[in-house]
Every structure is written in C-alpha cells, then in structure tokens.
C-alpha cells in the first residue's frame, strides 16, 4: 500500500512536470477551456481570431481610459459574448488584460515568462486597477 502511493506520487510530479514545461513552451496542458482569444486542435493552441478582434477592442478601450466596467458595457451592449456565450463582466475583462499583460499564468505556481521587450512595454504603458 506505501509503495503504491509513493508510485503513484511519483507519477503524480512526473506529469505535473510535464505539463508545466508544455505550458511555459505554449502548449495547452488542458487546465480547463483554453484562454479567451485562443482555442485547441489537436492538443496544442492557436488563436481564435473572433476572440482576438475582441480582445484588441478591451485593449484599445482601456488604453483609452475606460473602467473596466465601462468596457464590459460596452461589450455587452453591442451583443458581444464571453466564451462560454455570456455577457461580459468587469472581472471577464480584468482577466483577458491580465492574460494580454502576462499578469497571470494558466498553470498555478508557474511563473510567466517576460520579454525584456514587453517588460520595458508594459512599464510604459501600465494600467490601473
């Protein structure tokens, strides 16, 4: 029975491994749906491009100044969706920013990797909570 669970255990951080090495690559390790703005063929991610016009119109709404809820009104009131079909909330939103910045990762305790170039960017261009 010890033994059993010490192989299972093993096994367990062999495919956490794994999946965390795909993940910081680009892979979809299937956490769940995949991120607004990006769907799954054949276990690996590629855009979505309905999804990618809508994540460029939050960009440049928020960039111009608009709440986060300023900007799910918005959405909404033009018959936009979120990806499971509904309406968009200001925590929807904050997420795709969050994604579009890097500010959070899809797998839990791995850390996103940063481009210098978009760290320089994105301390030019920061937005407010």
Do not use: C
């Amino acid at each position: 029975m010890v033994a059993d669970d010490l192989q299972e255990r093993e096994i367990w951080q062999r495919l956490e491994q794994g999946r965390k090495v795909k993940a910081a690559q680009g892979g979809y390790v299937g956490y769940g749906s995949p991120a607004f703005g990006q769907h799954a063929i054949g276990g690996e991610l590629v855009e979505n491009p309905t999804e990618q016009q809508i994540i460029d119109i939050i960009r440049r709404h928020h960039k111009s100044g608009k709440s986060l809820q300023q900007v799910a009104d918005w959405l909404n009131q033009r018959g936009y969706k979120t990806k499971r079909g509904q309406q968009w909330q200001r925590i929807s939103v904050k997420r795709v920013l969050d994604r579009l910045y890097e500010r959070t990762s899809r797998v839990s305790r791995l850390e996103p990797q940063i481009s210098p170039e978009l760290q320089r960017e994105n301390s030019e261009n920061d937005y407010i909570f």
